[in-house]
């Protein structure tokens, strides 16, 4: 398995002012994603970002809002932009692991709450 | 629309109880997890199911993928306080083996 840690665990921020979340796993991975999930439902795949190509984002979701960076193996960071408070949401990053366990197994960061006022 | 349906979306029972609850989906999934979130944390894996009929138990927890691959179940047995949290099914398509698509979700409280 994998250990994933996220920065800041939690944030309260203003209108119109951007918030940058770094993910660090404790080894180095292919495929790293970022997931948004409102309180107490479920997640919502935001991107993927690979190391050395450019994110691949889902329906709904633009590189201007989401900007995503991914410099190595190990760390990635997303930049929630010109922020609303539709934007208050707990933001998590995963990885893949492929190989050890039958199907796609992905492993979860703790999160990081984010309100917007 | 969500791709995976899970029933009920929310169930408070008393410790000691048994319950079930269901992931259901019209798509044939390749492989499915079930997840468990506790407040403040990311989903923590459970168990993945592979093949159609499939059967896993971990502890008081019957995992059961159903045989034509859409749809799979989670039951408790006797439940416990520290049962309590959000839980998500998640499946990986066929046609998009690197996207998994989660469900969504049961809050599951436990009365002592």
């Known amino acids: 398995s994998a250990v994933i840690s996220q920065k800041p665990s939690r944030d309260i921020c203003q209108r119109g002012t951007s918030l940058t979340i770094q993910c660090q796993v404790d080894s180095q991975v292919t495929m790293m994603f970022w997931y948004r999930q409102q309180p107490g439902q479920s997640l919502t795949l935001i991107a993927t970002?690979?190391?050395?190509?450019?994110?691949?984002?889902e329906s709904g979701f633009v590189i201007d809002k989401f900007p995503i960076s991914r410099p190595n193996l190990t760390f990635s960071t997303l930049t929630v932009s010109n922020m609303s408070p539709e934007d208050s949401s707990i933001y998590l990053c995963?990885?893949?692991?492929?190989?050890?366990?039958?199907?796609?197994?992905?492993?979860f960061g703790p999160g990081t709450r984010l309100t917007v006022l | 629309t969500q791709l995976l349906e899970q029933s009920p979306q929310f169930l408070s029972i008393q410790e000691g109880e048994n319950l079930t609850v269901y992931c259901n989906s019209s798509s044939v999934f390749s492989s499915l997890q079930w997840y468990r979130q506790e407040p403040g944390e990311g989903p923590v894996l459970l168990v993945t199911v592979v093949t159609g009929g499939e059967v896993k138990k971990l502890k008081r927890l019957t995992f059961q993928f159903g045989d034509a691959r859409k749809d799979s179940s989670l039951h408790i047995t006797a439940a416990q306080t520290g049962d309590t949290g959000l839980y998500l099914c998640?499946?990986?398509?066929?046609?998009?083996?690197?996207?998994?698509?989660f469900g969504s979700g049961t809050r599951l409280s436990i009365r002592p």
């Open positions: 998640a499946g990986v398509r066929y046609s998009s083996a690197s996207k998994i698509i």
């Open positions: 995963s990885v893949e692991d492929r190989g050890l366990a039958r199907g796609d197994t992905q492993y």
């Open positions: 970002a690979n190391q050395g190509s450019e994110a691949t984002y």
